[in-house]
């Protein structure tokens, strides 16, 4: 989950930032002290709470939160302030809650404990996964997810082909380099391709759909909505949504594409 936190008082940030940290020990949390450069980063990163300080130097936190409502429409918006004559202004654009500094532990763990957007249940798949047709993900609202490198979408891809067995680094370097030597260079590209992946997922608030062990990597197959694994369950509409194709821009998915074929004749043999 990522939360963001905006004061233009240092002091005030840091003891925002403590008493969420306090309550969010899991939360990734962004501070900002200039609210133009949070709006920025909104634009890039799904963040499900936001804390903003109502009396800012130079801009109003509610023109802010206006702004980030536009950006995104269903984050929590708790407002952070000394005075209690905002307090209308504030729940005139549905914030979620509103907390009186000095900003307490207590205080965040009240407000986020009744959110006007609920949190999503920690089973709750993290995003939806396309495997027909070309590979394809999605954040929990149906948007397409951004990879910064084209790479890391491929090892993704990989990750849900293997259906959550763990595959090693060596492994995944022969998958995308084929005959390439896997040498310190190598090595090295490969560490950067996985951090670029990571940093997606991140920003996705789906970082829990992988999991690493030293050296070794795998997909959680409970946390994606996915065709193919629905398909492999024998779940009759996906079954009937298969049309032949499966991952087609990589070449190595072809294998488990003659698999899912045979599958599908049998089954089409079996339900006729």
Known sequence: MNIIIADDEPLALEMTCEAVREVCPKA?????????????????????????????RGVSGIDVAKQLKEIIPDINIIFVTGYDEYTKDAMAIHASGYIEKPVTAGKVR???????????AENEPRLKIQC???????????????????????????????????????????????????????????QKILSS???????????????????????????????YYKFNKKDAEFMNAYKGEYMSQYEWAAYNKKYLND????WKKENK
């Open 197 to 227: 992946l990571q940093q997606t997922l991140k920003e996705l608030e789906a970082e829990d759909v992988i999991e690493k062990s030293y050296n070794n990597i795998a997909i959680v197959p409970e946390m994606i909505d996915c065709d």
């Open 132 to 190: 027909f047709g070309n590979f394809e993900v999605y954040d929990r609202t149906g948007k397409p997810a951004h990879f910064s490198r084209s790479k890391a979408k491929e090892v993704m891809a990989y990750l849900v082909d293997r259906n959550g067995s763990s595959c090693s680094v060596k492994e995944l370097a022969a998958v995308l380099f084929e005959n390439e030597p896997y040498d310190k260079k190598q090595q090295w590209y490969i």
């Open 110 to 120: 009240k407000e986020t404990e009744d959110l006007r957007y609920p949190l999503p």
């Open 28 to 56: 990734n949390i962004y501070p900002f002290s200039k609210p133009s450069r949070l709006l920025e980063f909104a634009k890039e990163t799904r963040c499900k709470i936001a804390f903003l300080d109502i009396c800012m």
């Open 263 to 266: 599958i599908h004749k049998r």
